[in-house]
Antibody
């Protein structure tokens, strides 16, 4: 049973960089069967897709965040990471990592999710 | 504003059947990309409920069913139970945005 667990600093100052790590257990990031994605949810609001990474390091970011976001993978630790720069209060959200089963003909779905990590942007 | 439109809320009495619609367009659901549904219980992470329009992952009760037609999809819950009170989100892929997209979510209330 695959499990994902986010970790973060929790509180970030405006204009600084938000960092989160997702640790995967029960399967290997390097298996090549999945993408690994990040989704966020502002308080009281819906889900917003941020981006994805493959074990090889190839990435895709949602257009609205592409100038500020970096997603990377550390296969030696079975982890993938999210960095979001120049944050504002609008980036305050629960950040989820998830495994993405992606298919060019059907799209893809997020099969397993981490429990989520609340990141607050405040001075 | 979400590209997938869901009703903000639906409600029903225990044992009843409720449906949640997810309306898209020719650039997402209408292209043939599948629709997936997630259940988010209060204070918890979303959980995959339906994938590929109508497939239930192992462990999801058969009270939950999904369907798709044209540019819309639906999630049906039959035999509504108190534990089904949650937010439900549809999700697909949009070719115009080149992005995964979610609906804004529907809150299901069990009366």
């Amino acid at each position: 049973q695959m499990q994902l667990q986010e970790s973060s600093t929790g509180l970030v100052k405006p204009s600084e960089t938000l960092s989160l790590t997702c640790t995967v257990s029960g399967d290997s990031i390097s298996n090549g069967r999945y993408y690994w994605g990040w989704i966020r949810q502002p308080p009281g609001k819906g889900l917003e897709y941020i981006g994805k990474v493959f074990y090889s390091g190839s990435t895709y970011y949602t257009p609205s965040l592409t100038s500020r976001v970096t997603i990377s993978v550390d296969t030696s630790k079975n982890q993938f990471l999210l960095r979001l720069s120049s944050v504002t209060a609008a980036d305050t959200a629960v950040y989820y990592c998830a495994v993405l089963t992606s298919d060019s003909s059907t799209g893809g779905f997020f099969g397993s999710w981490g429990q989520g990590a609340l990141v607050i942007v405040s001075s | 504003q979400s590209v997938l439109t869901q009703p903000p809320s639906v409600s029903g009495a225990p044992g009843q059947r409720v449906t949640i619609s997810c309306t898209g367009s020719s650039s997402n659901i209408g292209t043939g990309y599948t629709v997936n549904w997630y259940q988010q219980l209060p204070g918890t992470a979303p959980k995959l409920l339906i994938h590929g329009n109508s497939n239930r992952p192992s462990g999801v009760p058969d009270r939950f069913s999904g369907s798709k037609s044209g540019t819309s999809a639906s999630l049906a819950i039959t035999g509504l139970q108190a534990e089904d009170e949650a937010d439900y989100y549809c999700q697909s892929y949009d070719t115009s945005l080149s992005d995964y997209v979610f609906g804004a979510g529907t809150k299901v209330t069990v009366l």
